[in-house]
């Protein structure tokens, strides 16, 4: 018997699967009924805030809470800390409150009082001389003969690039809703990456039977990386709880989430590149060095995407400072190694009179895919006018220069561990059930596209259910992992679902199952469209039980490893230092694509977050007392949506690409923006900025040769 | 026991801030409203530090509540009242995800206070959307995907119908221009654009 095919179908054949389609989810979003964990209320609840550390680093001498205790309508009030412990980072919690309302809650923390004697700490990690104890210098490593690779160059060309310690800045921020239902039942709201396994680190807190506790995240505020843990605030959520028998809602303040609840690593470096006077590569070698906040480890694998066989030699040195610890932030380490790489090619370029689109495309023997980036190259090219429109550094007249820039990327993508069920009723009804979450990418688009595609039904037929414990289990959104993981079993349990169906109705069409496909709406036979059922009249064949289909990840049905290219033009005003992005052009591979809009979209908000990171972001330490200086949005810069230009994607979308299987895409294109455009804007005015991001002060040092 | 060094002044510093950039916020987002506020300044009685009773007009429907003086707009309608559509994100009048119309004109409910919104005609985005019925403005977010996490976007719905009654019909750089106090994290410029053009009637 042939059951239903579980490979995807042909871009031809298909009606929704590459196709666009809005996401399910858009009418909730744009009418404010979408409930973030932000937006749960419960009756009688407790609001959550933390009393914060000023100071780079400090041993607590005391600490009283008893002001803030006595205040009315403060329900508990804790120290986090005792005295003599160490205190490593400005915005580390030091006491808890919980009060009736927010404001209590506020001003109660406020009231905590504690003494400090500040210690000896660091925020600096632009230059690691004269860091001595704050470093921890790794082994050089590498491969190939280096010293050969340098012989055959006809130049060496050496630069010093980098990237700053940015925040995540989730815009609903990290934060949960614990309530109990007596002393053994928990309900519990998290704004999470990972709602299918975060009630197992609630029920170790709590001591309640996991299969008891019930986690929602409907809606997520996003995350880019940082939401996967069960955070202290979590932690104090459900002691609070437990101990007073409320609901209670935590929900951290924007100056705590920027300072505690997420960076991205810093990375700069000292590189020497060989290179021949036609543009091939010859050797790498770099220092390089950054810091994960406060640890000692932290590593960068250079070059980047040009990796074949271009022999290199590399050190790394990680430097301990007194920061908000990091976590991973959409594509860990590719950006800031994408920057070192792709600006020091851009230099070498320009140091040979070459055009940098001629010497990447002379080296794409380096890289993984090279027949890709090579289709890749030419459609950018073909997008953005380079090759018509480029010219060498610096040549613009007056003082507004333009400039072009460019840069590849690379990421894998392969789908996670998943499982779905699909449910077919005998009223027509059709269930979607995933333990997934949605925290923007569309991953309710994603079930509701491959169920229709599957089953042959409209996509307003299905009903997705996600951000539920008690769904069937789905990995965390991390990694780009999720579009693979949840495509393919919602691909495998809507195909089992199919043929339990077809069993039924074949008897009823005289055929035989095999002869049986699902298709606009109905069940009918493949060579005679003439015997056909309606979808619903099917299922009403289906009795009480409704069927159901489970499915899980499939390999067959995925894949991994994208490339992707971005172009990026730049005017920039010599006289004031102001970057102005005129247009980014991303061309962007990821396989089977779901739904074009949702990928495309994807791709934008990559775009748009690098150009925020390559121009505006920087979490700014004051190294004199080593706090904060710019924990709120007013100097935590963000684009704005007059700030980035005209943005062109052209997703690659052809048999070939699309018979590859699934892959996620959520973090190649944020990737490729930082080098882009530090590349766009040392070929407007003729020097490196060594640095993102592309401040006027930085603009206007490097043209000044201030270091 | 305290280090006034520490903390405390910092937070004082802070605490000045906001309530700066509050009154400028307000007043540069109701202009005509500020000698209207100064003389009505002059006038009133002070309140608190207690909850006092206010009556709020939202979406049409009149709600009596208790509030102490320092509650802010947002978090009275999300705190008190359920209204959660409009979010809080920055809560320094920044970042234009709480922006609710205030008399017909977007404004920040974060640099609000709850007890001077009475007497104004507030409409959050749950109100856009008449009879359950998305708006054009709100088809037109979903047709473009104007929305990634969601949680910018009540924000930006309420600033484009903002924009939208005072203009009809803008132009690119006048929807560039009047969107330029919202902020989103996820990168959803391009398509709210395109649906506020769209809703404007403007060829793309």
Known sequence: MRDVEKAWPALSDSTYLGKRSPRPAGPDKVSGKAIFTADVNRPDLLHVKFTLNPHGRAEVRGI?????????????????????DEVRYAGFEVAVVAAETEEIAREAARRVRVEYQPLPHNVEDRDPEGLGEW??????????????GFAAADQVVEGRYGAPIITHCCFEPHGSVIEFRGPEQIDAWFSTQRISSIGGDLA????????????VCEHLGSGYGSKFQFDVWDRECARIAQQTGRPVKVMLDRDHE??????????????????????????????????????????????????????????HTAIRTNTGPSRAWRGPGHPQMCLITMAALEDAAAALSLDPLDLFRKNLGLTGRPEVYAEELEIADRLMGWKRRWKPRGQGEGPVKTGLGLSMHTWGGRGHDSQCRVTLSSTGRVDVACGTQ??????????????????????????????????PQSGASGGSTTTGGIATSTRTAAVDAANQLIRKAAPELGADPAECVLRDGEVLVANDSDRALSFGDACALIGQEPIV??????????????????????????????VEMVKLVAVQDCGTIVNLTTAESQVLGGCIMGISSALYEER??????????????????????????????????????????????????????????????????????????LTPRAVLSALGGVK | MTDPQGFSRRKFLKGVGVSALAAGALQGAVPGQTKKDEKAAKEAKAVGPGPVPIELEINGERHQLEVEPRVTLIDALRNQLGITGAKKVCDRGVCGACSVLLDGRAAYACSILA??????????????????????????????????????TPGFVVASESLLRRRSRPSREEVLEGLGGNLCRCGTYKGVTQAVLEAGGEDQ
């Open chain 1, 438 to 471: 949605d925290m923007g990418m569309g991953s309710r688009s994603v079930l509701a596209v491959v169920a229709a595609e599957t089953l042959g039904l409209p996509l307003d037929l299905i009903h997705v259910q996600l951000g539920d414990n008690r769904l």
């Open chain 1, 258 to 315: 920027l300072m505690a609840a997420g960076s991205r690593p810093s990375a700069f470096a000292d590189v020497k590149l060989g290179v021949k006077q036609d543009g091939t590569l010859t050797a790498w070698e770099s220092r390089s060095w950054g810091s994960s906040g406060d640890s000692d480890r932290g590593s960068l694998r250079l070059p980047y995407v040009f990796t074949n066989g271009l022999p290199n030699r590399q050190q």
């Open chain 2, 115 to 152: 007890i001077s919104a009475q007497g104004r005609k507030i409409e959050t985005v749950e109100g856009l959307s008449k009879q359950g019925r998305l708006s054009k403005l709100q088809q037109a977010f979903v047709r473009h995907d104007g929305a990634q996490c969601g949680f910018c």
């Open chain 1, 620 to 693: 700014i330490m004051d190294p004199v007392t080593g706090d904060c200086l710019n924990a709120d949005l007013s100097r935590y810069r963000l684009a704005g949506i007059g700030d980035v230009g005209e943005i062109v994607v052209h997703m690659m979308q052809t048999d070939e690409h699309h018979g590859r299987g699934v892959i996620g895409v959520g973090e190649p294109p944020v990737i490729s923006p930082m080098a882009a455009i530090s590349n766009a804007v040392a070929n407007a005015i003729g020097v490196r900025v060594p640095y993102v991001p």
């Open chain 1, 135 to 148: 470093k921890n210098e790794g082994r050089a490593r590498g491969e190939g003969d280096v010293e050969a």
């Open chain 1, 204 to 215: 170790k807190e709590t001591g309640v039977d996991p299969a008891r506790i019930h986690a």
């Open chain 1, 549 to 578: 289909g489970n499915g899980r990840t499939d390999p067959e049905l995925m894949t991994e490893g994208v490339g992707g290219v971005q172009m990026a033009e730049v005017k920039v005003d010599v006289e004031t230092g102001v």
């Open chain 1, 64 to 84: 009283d809470v008893a002001d803030a205790a006595r205040m009315p309508g403060v329900v508990v009030a804790k120290p986090l800390v005792a005295a003599g």
